[in-house]
């Protein structure tokens, strides 16, 4: 994750640091120094496996760069980080520069130089979780970025997060991320539950192999993008937008439901086809206990409904609900389902009739199980939802 700036206060260093020198040249210690001054990087944070830069300039007893002054620098504790070089001299502009290598442990820790002639210069510095940091996103802007060998890693997977707010009420957003250098693979979650709430892997499969995940929220919020790769271990520059998008159901692209949504749409001949009739599909993600309700209405056509369980065993989709008429006179389709453990479902949206069209209005008025906040380092991520390959697009 790059720009720690966005997320990380960096704290800068107002206490003058300086002790009275003699004048003169030095000993095997160097030249004494007169004052500390340019101090950069103090209270500056970074990711596990990152860098810091640090550094200052050292002054004479007259205010004046010192050339030669000996640094040696350590750690507390010494095993936090690593620092290049250990040791060195300050150059012709009094410069004093190091390149703290962050560690694996997550904490405080300190690095001091010791200069001739001054008290020891500390800095204050922090090794961060990037599984526990997202910068801030407004939809509409392009970002540039690159999947990094720092960022947060899961399941073997690099992720970059991104966190965004959506309006009150229904929306409906694509998310996009594009890249020469990998796979693109893009997830979307909730800020507020950090349930998976969809996932896009190819926009044509095996040949477009950039990400386009559309979904429609029943509700505004804070939401958080993942931003990965299909493969693991892979690294690479890639962009990513969110745009709005349009309720429609078309041309047999994926596109995903979360919360209660109610959309109005028609059932076209340029739709998915199963058994000779046109139908629309909807991909959900779902947590045990949580009880699906579906209602397609339709004057145009004879609704018809059917639920598929995502059996990654197999790599099929299984039938596990249907329905043609809510009741005796009733067209209208109805299905309500107790999900038995959190898994991937895929709701089709169509007609009884085979080679039927028509418009419809669908409503979901899912219930689902209370949940707490998600924790920081984002743990339910790829936890309960394997990579959904190619199978995906199967009817």
């Given at each position: 994750m790059k720009l720690l700036g966005r997320f990380v206060p960096v704290v800068?260093?107002?206490?003058?640091?300086?002790?009275?020198?003699?004048?003169?040249?030095?000993?095997?210690?160097?030249?004494?120094?007169?004052?500390?001054?340019?101090?950069?990087?103090?209270?500056?944070?970074?990711?596990?496996?990152?860098?810091?830069?640090?550094?200052?300039?050292v002054l004479n007893s007259d205010g004046f760069p010192l050339k030669g002054a000996k640094v040696s620098w350590t750690l507390a504790p010494a095993t936090a980080a690593t620092i290049t070089p250990a040791t060195q001299t300050s150059d012709t502009a009094g410069v004093v520069a190091a390149a703290v290598h962050v560690g694996n442990v997550?904490?405080?820790?300190?690095?001091?130089?010791?200069?001739?002639?001054?008290?020891?210069?500390?800095?204050?510095?922090k090794a961060l979780d990037p599984c526990g940091f997202a910068t801030n996103y407004v939809v509409g802007d392009t970002i540039s970025a690159a999947l990094a060998r720092t960022d947060c890693k899961i399941n073997g997977f690099f992720y970059d997060f991104y966190k965004f707010d959506l309006p009150s009420g229904q929306n409906s957003i694509r998310v996009n991320m594009t890249s020469t250098a990998f796979d693109a693979?893009?997830?979307?979650?909730?800020?507020?539950?950090?349930?998976l709430l969809g996932s896009d892997d190819d926009i044509q499969a095996g040949v477009i192999k950039n990400s386009q995940l559309d979904i429609i929220l029943g509700q505004g919020g804070s939401?958080?993008?993942?931003?990965?790769?299909?493969?693991?271990?892979?690294?690479?520059?890639?962009?990513?937008?969110v745009e709005p998008r349009a309720t429609s159901l078309v041309n047999c692209q994926d596109a995903w439901f979360s919360g209660a949504v109610t959309i109005t749409d028609t059932i076209r001949t340029t739709d998915c086809v199963s058994s000779g009739a046109y139908l629309d599909r909807i991909f959900l993600f779902a947590r045990g206990g949580t009880v699906f309700n579906f209602i397609e209405r339709s004057t145009a056509m004879n609704?018809?409904?059917?639920?598929?369980f995502a059996n990654f065993t197999t790599q099929t989709f299984d039938s596990v609900a249907a329905n043609d008429d809510s009741s005796a006179g009733n067209?209208?389709?109805?299905?309500?389902?107790?999900?038995?453990?959190?898994?991937?479902?895929?709701?089709?949206?169509?007609?009884?009739?085979?080679?039927?069209?028509?418009?419809?209005?669908?409503?979901?008025?899912?219930?689902?199980?209370?949940s707490a906040r998600r924790?920081?380092?984002?743990?339910?991520?790829?936890r309960f939802y394997p990579r959904v390959k190619g199978w995906k697009a199967k009817l």
């Open positions: 800068a260093l107002t206490a003058a640091l300086g002790a009275a020198a003699s004048c003169g040249g030095g000993d095997s210690t160097g030249p004494t120094a007169g004052s500390i001054t340019g101090i950069f990087g103090e209270s500056d944070s970074g990711f596990t496996g990152g860098t810091i830069n640090i550094g200052f300039t997550v904490g405080a820790f300190t690095a001091s130089a010791a200069v001739n002639g001054v008290a020891p210069i500390v800095f204050h510095l693979y893009v997830d979307l979650y909730s800020d507020t539950t950090g349930h939401y958080l993008i993942g931003a990965n790769s299909y493969d693991p271990d892979t690294v690479g520059a890639y962009k990513l937008w609704p018809l409904l059917k639920l598929y067209t209208d389709a109805y299905v309500t389902y107790t999900v038995p453990a959190n898994g991937l479902y895929q709701l089709r949206v169509g007609t009884a009739t085979p080679g039927d069209t028509g418009q419809y209005t669908l409503v979901s008025a899912p219930i689902g199980q209370a924790s920081q380092s984002l743990d339910e991520i790829l």
